[in-house]
């Protein structure tokens, strides 16, 4: 990738707020790091467009790659038992990764791969506008709180308040973090204090803290029509 590629790329506010199509449309053929040159699709996210919850994961899986949409495959199929434990469907979420092209053999996308795909992640992030973000594994929740010291494991299901900082933008958000599917087909067990029953636990708790949040905007006056 040369200086005048990277420079003739989309940068943050590239686009007018609350257009994901046309934010799609403007990295459609991003070439911001070099995995675009092994990529099969480039996979932006999909979902509820004004969705209360966000789902962001590290990277795009082999079968995400081939689909060109988030979670699917072994890891969806992991995130449809985890929602449904939930009560939560997916279809009232917007999901997305923190880089849009699958890293070589599945490794984990590096900081560069991050940093160059981050503006578009702002973005998507600033147009959804949700209340509450699940940061699926470590890659993610260290990208979205800003730390490289963070345990997973001991540290997941706690809430914290981040402010994401670009060029021309600043957002402030809630970030949930969560264990990475991939990690609970490695770590299956339902059994109670498990991997798996705790991660339904983390995301029914998010998705009660959602909703006290809106019962008392509306009981505030704020509404929630737009949504």
């Avoid at 996210?45 to 590290?58: D, N, Y």
């Avoid at 988030?70 to 199929?77: E, I, L, S």
Wanted: aromatic letters at 6%; glycine letters at 10%.
């Amino acid at each position: 990738q040369t200086r005048k590629e990277a420079e003739e790329m989309p940068a943050e506010r590239s686009l007018p707020s609350g257009d994901l199509g046309a934010l799609r449309r403007v990295w459609s053929d991003c070439r911001r790091c070099p995995l675009y040159e092994t990529r099969r699709s480039l996979v932006f996210g999909s979902g509820c467009p004004t969705a209360r919850i966000m789902l962001v994961g590290g990277a795009p899986g082999e079968v995400d790659d081939d689909t060109g949409a988030p979670f699917v495959g072994p890891w969806g199929n992991m995130l449809g038992q985890l929602f449904s434990g939930a009560g939560v469907k997916r279809s009232d979420l917007y999901i997305t990764h923190t880089v849009c092209c699958r890293p070589p053999d599945n490794r984990k996308p590096n900081l560069l791969e991050q940093k160059a795909c981050r503006p578009r992640l702002l973005e998507q992030i600033c147009t959804v506008d949700p209340d509450i973000i699940l940061a699926a594994g470590p890659e993610a929740a260290k990208l979205l709180l800003g730390t490289r010291s963070f345990s997973i494991t001991s540290d997941r299901g706690v809430p914290r308040s981040s402010v994401m900082e670009g060029r021309e933008i600043s957002y402030s958000t809630t970030i949930v973090p969560i264990l990475h599917p991939e990690y609970l087909l490695r770590n299956p067990g339902m059994q109670k204090h498990g991997p798996i029953y705790k991660t339904v636990q983390d995301l029914y708790n998010a998705q009660q803290t959602v909703e006290r949040l809106w019962k008392l905007r509306s009981q505030n006056g704020q509404g929630t029509t737009d949504r």
